[in-house]
């Protein structure tokens, strides 16, 4: 299938400081996108999704980008705080299932 | 809220034995979905099931079967374990029409195999 990347396995900043986690895919079909959030030793969990008719949405402290020329997606985490430390997900559909990027780890030290 | 089930969150079993691996959803779902996680390769998917009885295989079906004999309930089935097929498998579910009509992918807790 088709490979949806993310462009930094891991990622470490500060607390309070704003993240930013890239994802790139290339299937020019998808339309929907979705971020997951996955902590150690549990599943998935939904963050924030965005169309393809939109290219921005935003959540509480995060905003998710959609740049379809370039095909870009990325997740923006506003005042990074310890317990956002996870590994990131971004996923896009041909339906009805999603498929997935490798993930970034997300480290956030006090 | 939406609960996904995973009756087994850690197993071990030998090479060559039968593995089921089962999902439970309660929120009349009926997509279905079987992933596996592995470090530095993401989700992968392996079967999923869009009504009960069907099924699709997915990026990476061979070694497994899978059995969607109730809406509720989608078991992932190892014919003879191996030890490549240790990994955490992850089980979900979504309604109908798929995610990019607003209706995303909910996730178990996951289940931990390891096949010596």
């Known amino acids: 299938g088709e490979n949806v990347g993310l462009h930094l396995p891991t990622l470490s900043v500060q607390e309070g400081d704003n993240s930013i986690i890239n994802c790139a895919y290339s299937?020019?079909?998808?339309?929907?996108f979705i971020w997951y959030k996955q902590e150690s030793g549990k599943g998935p969990q939904f963050i924030i999704d965005?169309?393809?008719?939109?290219d921005k949405r935003q959540g509480q402290r995060v905003t998710v980008l959609l740049n379809k020329t370039v095909k870009h997606l990325s997740l923006q985490i506003a005042a990074t705080q310890p317990g956002d430390s996870a590994v990131y997900f971004c996923?896009?559909?041909?339906?009805?299932?999603?498929?997935f990027g490798k993930g970034t780890t997300l480290s956030v030290s006090s | 809220d939406v609960k996904v089930t995973q009756s087994s969150r850690y197993l071990v079993k030998r090479t060559g034995e039968k593995v089921f691996l089962e999902c439970v959803q309660d929120?009349?779902?009926?997509?279905m979905f079987w992933y596996r996680q592995d470090p530095g390769l993401g989700l992968r998917l392996i079967y999923f099931?869009?009504?009960?009885?069907?099924?699709e295989k997915g990026d990476i079906p061979e070694g497994y079967s899978v059995s969607r004999e109730k809406k509720e309930r989608f078991s992932l089935i190892l014919e003879s374990a191996s030890t490549n097929q240790t990994s955490m498998y992850l089980c979900?579910?979504?309604?109908?029409?798929?995610?990019?009509?607003?209706?995303?992918?909910?996730f178990g807790e996951g289940s931990w195999l390891t096949v010596v």
């Open positions: 979900a579910s979504s309604p109908d029409r798929g995610p990019s009509s607003g209706n995303t992918i909910y």
């Open positions: 299937n020019s079909a998808s339309d929907y």
């Open positions: 965005i169309r393809s008719n939109m």
């Open positions: 996923a896009e559909t041909p339906e009805p299932a999603l498929i």
């Open positions: 929120m009349d779902h009926e997509n």
């Open positions: 099931s869009y009504d009960v009885k069907m099924k």
